[in-house]
Structure formats: structure tokens, C-alpha cells
T-cell receptor, first 113, second 113 residues
């Protein structure tokens, strides 16, 4: 049973470009969570999604950031018009339900030049 | 407001048991204790969790005091690959609204040969 998959593992963007981060949950998991880890800081919750629904996006910056989890395909975290402060590691986790253990992917490291 | 407190860092010798303490003096009766670790540049890895009873799996043992105000994660035979930041997290059991994992600073564990 493959774990949580994230791609790309590393992403370099110039200021003003768009970044798309993908997350495929573990098989049988329909709950996806995105966390961000800024350099030298702990992980911070961003958004929680179930298939086709955003349940809680309270940790997402109000502008430029969006997330989706379509009926088919991976969850996508989209950052428009990236700025240097968006440089961070973005981790996705999944679980079978909201009360069960979350398992994390390897992360996507975004570097904004 | 931190729900858990952990030592900032600790060293242990390869091959010896590593005992990682965590204080959670305000834990509620319905809150689990979860442990994750993050090896450098990787995603958080789930280790173990427990509610009241001690737990053991292939990775570690979790000892929870009778009053549940503290716990100890035990790595029975530490190896160099166990060098990581270890996070102790409390989370409400069976509560679908408590999905935001709160990662504090954790304990940086260095296993030395």
C-alpha cells in the first residue's frame, strides 16, 4: 500500500509565477490536510479537504492560495503570484476519516527566486 | 497556548534505549497522546499514539502515567537513523472537529555512535 505521494518534490518559481503542488492520498483515504513549514519553524495547518469539499481553510492565507480535491485525481494546492515569503516546505497528510491518524507525504519544497 | 512541553534537545547513545518525555498536564480525559517524528528534510512520520494504556508497536513504546499528565516515548534500541525531531501532540479522541495537528518545537534527538 503506497504511502501519501506528493509531487513535485522540489519546485523553483520566480516571483509572480504560479505554483501547483499535488498530493495523492493513501489508498482508501478520503480526507486530505495541507500543512506548511517555513524555514526553522514548525508545521502549521493550512486546509482540510474531503472529496470535492473544502472543510476548513482557516489556515490558508486569504489571498493567492487555493486548494481543491476533485472527485478524480490528486488534491492540488495552488499558489498564485508567488512571493519570496512563500518559500517553504508544503506537506500533505491523509486519513481514512477525520478522527483517525494522519499520515504525511514527503513534502514539496518550494523555492521562490 | 502549548498543550505539551518537551525538552528542546537530547542526546543518546547508539544501541541504548532513548526515553523522550512529554508533559501534558492539562490533558482532557478524551484526548489522545500522539507522537510523530521528522527526520531532516522529510515529512513527519507517525510513530504511535495512546489514550490511557501503554502502547507498543514495531517502532516504539508509549508509557502514559496513571494521571495522564505526562508520557514517555521509548525507542528501545536507538540507531543513527533515529536522529530526528520528535513531536508529542495531544488530540481529542473520536472528535471529528479536532483534526488540526499542532506541532510545537519538539525534541531534537541526536543519536551518537
Amino acid at each position: 500500500n503506497a504511502g501519501v505521494m506528493q509531487n513535485p518534490r522540489h519546485l523553483v518559481r520566480r516571483r509572480g509565477q504560479e505554483a501547483r503542488l499535488r498530493c495523492s492520498p493513501m489508498k482508501g483515504h478520503s480526507h486530505v490536510y495541507w500543512y506548511r513549514q517555513l524555514p526553522e519553524e514548525g508545521l502549521k495547518f493550512m486546509v482540510y479537504l474531503q472529496k470535492e469539499n473544502i472543510i476548513d481553510e482557516s489556515g490558508m492565507p486569504k489571498e493567492r492560495f487555493s486548494a481543491e480535491f476533485p472527485k478524480e485525481g490528486p488534491s492540488i494546492l495552488r499558489i498564485q503570484q508567488v512571493v519570496r515569503g512563500d518559500s517553504a516546505a508544503y506537506f500533505c497528510a491523509s486519513s481514512p476519516s477525520a478522527t483517525e491518524t494522519q499520515y504525511f507525504g514527503p513534502g514539496t519544497r518550494l523555492l521562490v527566486l | 497556548d502549548a498543550k505539551t512541553t518537551q525538552p528542546t534537545s537530547m542526546d543518546c547513545a547508539e544501541g541504548r534505549a532513548a526515553n523522550l518525555p512529554c508533559n501534558h498536564s492539562t490533558i482532557s480525559g478524551n484526548e489522545y497522546v500522539y507522537w510523530y517524528r521528522q527526520i531532516h528534510s522529510q515529512g513527519p512520520q507517525y510513530i504511535i499514539h495512546g489514550l490511557k494504556n501503554n502502547e507498543t508497536n514495531e517502532m516504539a513504546s508509549l508509557i502514559i502515567t496513571e494521571d495522564r499528565k505526562s508520557s514517555t516515548l521509548i525507542l528501545p534500541h536507538a540507531t543513527l537513523r533515529d536522529t530526528a525531531v520528535y513531536y508529542c501532540i495531544v488530540r481529542v479522541a473520536f472528535e471529528a472537529n479536532d483534526y488540526k495537528l499542532s506541532f510545537g518545537a519538539g525534541t531534537t534527538v541526536t543519536v551518537r555512535a
